[in-house]
């Protein structure tokens, strides 16, 4: 499985960005999806995630009302519209996709840098 995540960049505080991840997996809807960051000198830590159906969504407190995960199964791919962002937001961005309990694969991360 592979995964690529696209779409970090630098943004001004108060502005929006869209990151995407494709994945190289057959039965893509099947797999529940999230999207996580780190910040440097701190823990990874999640941020949203999406069921295979795409019917239930979960959000990381500090992002609800922000930012907004979903899918298009038909493109094996996920997405996260970050809005309103915060330079706390600054952050590497990892899309992984979850195996049984486990988050099992993870993509390489794209930078994302909201300044003040």
């Known amino acids: 499985v592979q995964l690529q995540a696209s779409g970090g960049g630098l943004v001004q505080a108060g502005g929006s960005l869209r990151l995407s991840c494709a994945a190289s997996?057959?039965?893509?809807?099947?797999?529940?999806m999230g999207w996580f960051r780190q910040a440097p000198g701190k823990e990874r830590e999640f941020v949203a995630s999406?069921?295979?159906?795409?019917?239930?969504?979960y959000y990381e407190d500090s992002v609800k009302g922000r930012f907004t995960i979903s899918r298009d199964n038909a493109k094996n791919s996920v997405y996260l519209q970050m809005n309103s962002l915060k330079p706390e937001d600054t952050a590497v961005y990892y899309c992984?996709?979850?195996?049984?309990?486990?988050?099992?694969?993870w993509g390489r991360g794209t930078q994302v840098t909201v300044s003040s």
């Open positions: 999406i069921t295979g159906s795409g019917f239930q969504k």
């Open positions: 997996v057959r039965t893509f809807s099947s797999y529940q």
């Open positions: 992984a996709m979850k195996r049984g309990t486990q988050y099992a694969y």
